[in-house]
């Protein structure tokens, strides 16, 4: 049964009798519906009424207004108001952009612009690395996207996927003091993309796509990483398969099992999931197991696109085919990153001893977790009311950090391993177990080690 949780939040402003059961009332109209109570507020008090600001975690608009109903319902309570707690969060939008230095007078003025800023443009202009120690460049990532595959939301274009690019900007402020911009853009042609984003490129040390459909993402990236001398990150592909990586090395120490020992089943092979075979490859499991919606992927299978028969030759040895359920069976561990509700208790009974399964597919995984459980040693998923959340937020922010005082003009495998496994570090041995193989992503640790382990990455590649 789904829980209320913060993300449906709602604040109901209710005038209510001043009497000594007012407020059990209150409350207990909010359970009654299934509602879960966070703040009760008292925000005026007159002789003859009260008024309360309640704020009560909700399952969906249905659910919002039966708790409204509720409260109506109640002898002497009138409902004022209900407001939306998450869509107050983003009025007039997150982000704000806040001068670094002061401008009190003339003085300051003359020398933060004209004529002062004029030295300054040509000591660029004649050495345009110092764009990096001079401007904002040395600082600034975009977040790029063109909307088409925002979340679990589709395609729904850029103007609409505008407030993830601004929550994914304040993340990167938030963990690692990135300064980034949401850059959505109005087509979905992959030409234009790359060339408004190659025009852009100047004012940024790093460019993150973002919410980007495949396989048009994968030669966005790749051409974009051609002509450009900054860094490219794809976080839907490298973000998740370096915290599927850190966490899969946690939870094989967790079952004692080797990586070189492990068969690996993979449902999905869109942007996440072609990246995480990408980089588990170069750990040297025993094998990788990839299906779709068309069953599993070989190399005899037709009408194959670039991007599937590139896996196909990577991975399944035996050459096997059939449905997901059959891959499944005898595999040591399952990752899933493609659709809700594709198996359940009796497929990871067949899996191996100790079986992990991560069901990633958000916001209903590919198995209920709490299916899973009665068989898998480990279990994580990409939901935040799950232990072991997989949540891409452990790794771009410090990825970041790190490549921006490296200075780097690029970014490869080295550096996405290092990331992975400066997150596994984290978690030492005193603190792993089952229910916890990645650290929080409040952790203050966290961004820091990925940070310098990118650092040190990318330094040795540029020795």
Not at 194 to 205: D, F, M, R, T
Request: charged letters at 20%.
């Amino acid at each position: 049964m789904p829980v209320p949780g913060p993300g449906y939040s709602i604040t109901v402003r209710v005038e209510a009798p001043p009497s000594s059961s007012a407020a059990g009332d209150l409350t207990t109209a909010v359970g009654q519906v299934g509602g879960v109570l966070t703040a009760f507020d008292v925000v005026e008090s007159h002789a003859d009424a009260i008024v309360v600001d309640i704020s009560v975690n909700v399952l969906s608009a249905d659910h919002a207004e039966d708790t409204r109903q509720a409260l109506d319902a109640l002898p002497g309570v009138k409902v004022r108001k209900v407001s939306d707690r998450t869509f107050l969060i983003h009025l007039g939008g997150k982000l704000e952009v806040s001068p670094k230095v002061a401008l009190r007078n003339r003085d300051d003025l003359s020398r933060a612009y004209t004529p002062g800023v004029a030295r300054v443009c040509q000591a660029i202009a004649a050495n345009p690395e110092d764009a990096r120690r001079l401007t904002i460049k040395r600082n600034t990532v975009a977040v790029v996207t063109d909307g088409s595959a925002v979340l679990g939301l589709g395609n729904i274009g850029p103007a609409a996927a505008l407030p993830v690019m601004e929550g994914k900007a304040a993340l990167f402020k938030k963990f690692a003091d990135v300064d980034a911009w949401p850059v959505c853009l109005d087509t979905q042609d992959t030409e234009e993309i790359i060339s408004i984003v190659k025009a852009l490129a100047p004012v940024y040390a790093g460019i993150n796509l973002e919410d980007i459909a495949a396989p048009r993402c994968f030669e966005i990236e790749a051409r974009l990483r051609e002509k450009l001398d900054i860094p490219v990150f794809h976080d839907d592909q490298h973000g998740t398969a370096i915290v599927v990586v850190a966490a899969l090395r946690n939870a094989l120490r967790v079952v004692g099992k080797n990586m070189a020992d492990c068969k690996i089943v993979i449902s999905g092979v869109g942007a996440a999931g072609s990246a995480i075979i990408r980089l588990l490859l170069r750990k040297g499991p025993a094998d990788i197991v990839a299906a779709d919606i068309d069953g599993i992927v070989h190399s005899a299978r037709p009408n194959l696109d670039d991007n599937l028969r590139s896996i196909a030759e990577r991975t399944n040895k035996e050459n096997v085919s059939g449905t997901l359920h059959e891959a499944l069976a005898g595999a040591d561990v399952f990752i899933g990153v493609s659709a809700p509700n594709l198996f359940g208790a009796e497929q990871v009974r067949s899996m191996a001893a100790d079986p992990i399964v991560f069901a990633l597919a958000n916001p209903d995984p590919e198995v209920d977790p709490m299916e899973a459980q009665r068989h898998a040693a480990v279990v994580a998923t990409g939901r935040s009311d799950y232990p072991n959340q997989i949540n891409n937020v452990l790794a771009f922010p410090g990825v970041f950090r790190g490549l921006l005082d490296a200075q780097a003009h690029q970014i490869d495998d080295e550096m996405l391993l290092a990331a992975a496994d400066a997150i596994a570090d984290v978690v030492v041995d005193g603190r792993l177990n089952a229910s916890f193989i990645v650290p929080s992503v409040f952790d203050s640790a966290v961004a820091p080690a990925v940070a310098d382990a990118v650092k040190a990455a990318a330094r040795r590649e540029n020795a």
